[in-house]
């Protein structure tokens, strides 16, 4: 399982460095994650003067909380389109990614997030909408408010909190043999949270710089 969620932050690190020349370009680290110990880096780049794409990992690297497992990583693309202009005000957006887990399932109890008492070990994905807000303060920083619901579709093995295998887990029908492997489909919140942004990337400044170069290779 951990080598999964390194291909995914390697995957990560690849697309997120394979973008547009001299596009404006955010980093993004989500403090509220971050306070929970979970790792959500993003990049958000500029496609147009109201649209944005963001690639983003979420890595939770703990074995255990509180008993409970709770290791997983996400990688997730999303489209975002701004009301007033890109990285300014409301916008909504669509996304898709794919995961890897080894957790307890978490589970609503009333208004109450409680995790099962068993945990599994899968393969899954996911496709959903976002909406957030994008406030801009001095001249390259940005925060980012958001929040996501998706249609998560999720393949795996169950087991208890003692580690044996559940060959016969719950399915609307039971096949022939007993066989662990088992899948379910949920709606789930798939982020929240409050990013801070620096851009490191400014179209306006990169041209700036190529032009007073030509001037100084012409003198």
């Known amino acids: 399982m951990k080598k999964s969620i390194a291909a995914l932050a390697v995957l990560f690190v ?3 460095t ?7 370009t955010y980093v993004k680290l989500n403090g509220l994650y971050a306070l929970a110990g979970v790792v959500n880096p993003s990049v958000e780049f500029v496609i147009s003067p109201k649209s944005t ?7 939770s690297p703990w074995e255990s909380i509180g008993g409970k497992h709770m290791l997983f990583g996400i990688l997730m693309g999303e489209y975002r389109r701004y009301f007033r202009g890109h990285n ?6 669509a996304n898709a990614g794919m995961m890897a887990f080894d957790m307890s399932k978490p589970y609503m109890d009333g208004w109450h997030l409680r995790f099962e008492d068993r945990y599994c070990k899968g393969y899954g994905f996911m496709i959903g909408i976002c909406a957030g807000y ?17 249609w998560m579709s999720s393949f795996y093995n169950g087991y208890s909190m003692d ?17 662990p492997f088992n899948g379910s489909s949920e709606w ?13 990337i400014s179209p306006k400044r990169f041209r700036g710089e190529v032009q007073r170069s030509e001037v100084h290779i012409a003198e």
């Open 14 to 16: 690849f697309t997120a």
């Open 18 to 24: 394979a973008l547009p020349a001299g596009a404006q």
């Open 53 to 59: 794409v963001q690639t983003e990992i979420v890595v």
């Open 88 to 93: 300014d005000g409301w916008y909504l957006g």
């Open 134 to 150: 994008e406030w801009q303060f001095r001249e390259r920083w940005v925060l980012d408010a958001f929040l996501g619901w998706s």
């Open 163 to 179: 580690g044996e295998i559940d060959m016969h887990p719950h399915r609307p029908v039971q096949p022939e043999y007993p066989d």
């Open 188 to 200: 789930y919140p798939n982020k929240i949270g409050l990013s801070i942004g620096y851009r490191i």
